[in-house]
């Protein structure tokens, strides 16, 4: 990381193909310009430089007139968060920018808060809690306060939880204070329906809102980052997978003998 004296301008290229989708945006000073997804999982590795050339070109940039490039950290997909990673490394090698890293989770429950801002009433002091299957009944998931005046921060870090236990250390901590939190349970809530449906039967606080990963906000916390002089080293930057894949997990195995 590297502390440096920051422009009054800042424009970044935003990339995260976590999930099933691929979301590709710009941000400039506070403002999305532009931001889309693709819900392609099997073509992000064909699609991912197109998208970018298109976006930059409909938006008149070129891509050495970039600030930096934002990418989506992981966890999720393992070949999907390697796909976007390895383009964003490249492609600030290449133009000779700054690469700051965001978690994915981050930003899938950044892009809930966006939504709820504008859409349905959010309290003062909500957690948003991103949900991104991981199969077998569990999740990828963290824990984000957001509160009043733009608050925003980690309450939980990013791992990978067993839902039905998660919901119910949510519930508990919950109730601890005076008065009742509202737990926003977003992104993937429809693989598992059936458990959180029990949650909401024990407790009135939890919220469900099915999203998507929105790479708009994924820039926006990634801006918050580069004015505060966060950078992440092109070379050594690696993606949270938070656990190997199935596949590499029963080669090791397999090496240790088990």
């Not at 839902?163 to 601890?176: C, F, G, Y």
């Not at 939890?206 to 980052?225: M, Q, V, Y």
Request: net charge negative; charged share 25%.
């Amino acid at each position: 990381m590297t502390d440096v004296r920051q422009p009054t301008t800042v424009t970044l290229l935003a990339l995260d193909s976590s999930t099933a989708s691929m979301s590709v945006a710009i941000v400039r000073d506070g403002q999305v310009l532009e931001s889309f997804t693709t819900f392609t999982e099997r073509n992000h590795s064909v699609r991912v430089v197109s998208e970018i050339k298109e976006i930059l070109s409909r938006n008149g940039i070129r891509g050495e007139e970039l600030d930096g490039i934002a990418i989506g950290q992981g966890p999720g997909s393992y070949t999907g968060v390697r796909i976007g990673v390895t383009a964003a490394k490249t492609l600030a090698w290449a133009w000779g920018k700054p690469l700051i890293g965001v978690s994915s989770l981050e930003a899938l429950a950044y892009s809930a808060r966006l939504k709820t801002d504008s859409g349905e009433a959010v309290r003062p002091e909500a957690w948003i809690v991103p949900l991104m299957d991981a199969r077998r009944g569990q999740v990828y998931t963290a824990r984000y306060v957001a509160g009043k005046d733009a608050e925003w921060h980690r309450a939980n870090e990013d791992g990978i939880r067993l839902i039905a236990d998660w919901t119910v250390r949510l519930k508990e901590h919950a109730e601890i204070g005076a008065e009742q939190v509202e737990v926003w349970l977003v992104g993937d809530v429809a693989a598992h329906e059936a458990v959180i449906a029990e949650a909401q039967a024990s407790f009135a606080g939890f919220r469900t809102l099915a999203c998507d990963l929105d790479a708009g906000a994924l820039g926006l916390l990634a801006e918050r980052r580069y004015r505060s002089g966060h950078r992440d080293d092109v070379h050594a930057f690696v993606p949270n997978y938070t656990q190997l894949a199935e596949a590499e997990a029963k080669l090791l195995s397999a090496s240790r003998g088990e």
